[in-house]
C-alpha cells in the first residue's frame, strides 16, 4: 500500500511563507505526476497544484503565483513554496498522484500537514 507523508506546515502571519515537503513509498514520486492538494474546515479537497516527471507544473487559480510547487532531481520529494500566505490558505496539506483534476490513483492518503494562517 502506497504510503504518503507531508510535513512542513505551522502556524505562519499573514504575508508569511512555509514549505512543505511530500514523501512516497514505492517509487510513487519517479513515476506519476504528483500534486499537493488541501481541505480546509467544511471544504472539499481541492487540487491546487501538479508538476509532471517533466517538470511542467500546474496551479489553482487561488495560489497561482504564490505557491511553487517542485520535485527533486531525484525525484523523491515533492515541495511546496507558499509564499505571501492568506487567511483562506489555512488547511490540511495533502499530496497524491492526480488521475484528473477530480480523481487520484491512490486511495491512501497520508495524515497530511495543518498550515494555519493567522495573526
Known amino acids: 500500500q502506497v504510503q504518503f507523508a507531508e510535513s512542513g506546515g505551522g502556524l505562519v502571519q499573514p504575508g508569511g511563507s512555509l514549505r512543505l515537503s511530500c514523501a512516497a513509498s514505492?517509487?510513487?514520486?519517479?513515476?506519476?505526476?504528483m500534486g499537493w492538494y488541501r481541505q480546509a474546515p467544511g471544504k472539499q479537497r481541492e487540487l491546487v497544484a501538479k508538476?509532471?516527471?517533466?517538470?511542467?507544473?500546474n496551479y489553482a487559480n487561488s495560489v497561482k503565483g504564490r505557491f511553487a510547487i517542485s520535485r527533486d532531481n531525484t525525484k523523491t520529494t515533492v515541495y511546496l513554496q507558499m509564499n505571501s500566505l492568506k487567511p483562506e490558505d489555512t488547511a490540511v496539506y495533502y499530496c497524491?498522484?492526480?488521475?484528473?483534476?477530480?480523481?487520484?490513483?491512490?486511495?491512501?492518503w497520508g495524515q497530511g500537514t495543518q498550515v494555519t494562517v493567522s495573526s
Open positions: 508538476i509532471t516527471l517533466g517538470g511542467f507544473t
Open positions: 514505492g517509487g510513487i514520486l519517479r513515476t506519476y505526476t
Open positions: 497524491n498522484a492526480p488521475r484528473s483534476n477530480d480523481d487520484v490513483f491512490f486511495r491512501s
